[in-house]
């Protein structure tokens, strides 16, 4: 399997414009999550999905994030519009539904660095 | 609600020292414990876990062992390597009570010199 995969890797773009990163979970996965990392703030959790519903979105900082998740193989998580505070780096992570097995932890995506000028 | 604590860093050791990296936790139900690692530029990986107390997770010359009785799960590892420097994050996920987040710590960044 790849893994998780999230693009672009990189992304830097001027304030007020969307920003929309891309996630791809592990096929059977039935759990994603995204999470913004900062130096300040350390690992944030965003919000989470379960079998493609949004389960808890209390972490969404402000009405100019939205994630959404149209099928089992993709989640998006939109800026709009962006602000330079917004720069972080950006992870999605998926994991199987609890009972599969021992495989109850997370599986990373490499993240996507945005950089909000 | 459920939450991690770790103590803070940085640290930085010359290779073959030993490391430890404290990890305490408050949980209500029965949590699995992990120690996930960020290497610099990249996505955090899994590096051990445990899911029931006494449990003894290792990997890559790397433990920690699930206390129930003290609420810890410290990462020891017995002589590092430049190789090991990273960030390590210790972190639970309490199935018990349907609730599939992670919580983790703040992080500790571990520096290892040559």
């Known amino acids: 399997d790849a893994g998780v995969i999230q693009s672009p890797r990189h992304e830097v773009t001027e304030m007020g414009q969307e920003v929309t990163l891309r996630c791809k979970p592990i096929?059977?996965?039935?759990?994603l999550f995204w999470y913004r990392q900062t130096m300040m703030r350390g690992l944030e959790l965003l919000i989470y999905f379960n079998n493609n519903v949004p389960i808890d979105d209390s972490g969404m900082p402000e009405d100019r994030f939205s994630a959404k998740m149209p099928n089992a193989s993709f989640s998006t998580l939109k800026i709009q519009p962006s602000e330079p505070r917004d720069s972080a780096v950006y992870f999605c992570a998926s994991r199987p539904h609890p009972g599969q097995g021992i495989y109850n932890e997370q599986f990373f995506g490499p993240g996507t660095r945005l950089t909000v000028l | 609600g459920d939450s991690v604590t770790q103590m803070e860093g940085p640290v930085t050791l010359s290779e073959e020292a030993f490391l430890t990296i404290n990890c305490t936790y408050t949980a209500t139900g029965y949590p699995s414990l992990f120690w996930y690692v960020q290497y610099p530029g990249e996505g955090l990986q899994l590096l051990l876990k445990?899911?029931?107390?006494?449990d003894k997770g290792s990997n890559k010359g790397f433990e920690a062992t699930y206390r129930k009785e003290t609420t810890s799960f410290h990462l020891e590892k017995g002589s590092v390597q430049v190789s090991d420097s990273a960030v390590y994050f210790c972190?639970?996920?309490?199935?018990?009570?349907?609730?599939?987040?992670?919580?983790f710590g703040a992080g500790t960044t571990v520096t290892v010199r040559a």
């Open positions: 972190a639970l996920s309490d199935d018990s009570s349907n609730d599939y987040k992670l919580s």
């Open positions: 445990a899911t029931k107390a006494d």
């Open positions: 096929s059977g996965h039935d759990y």
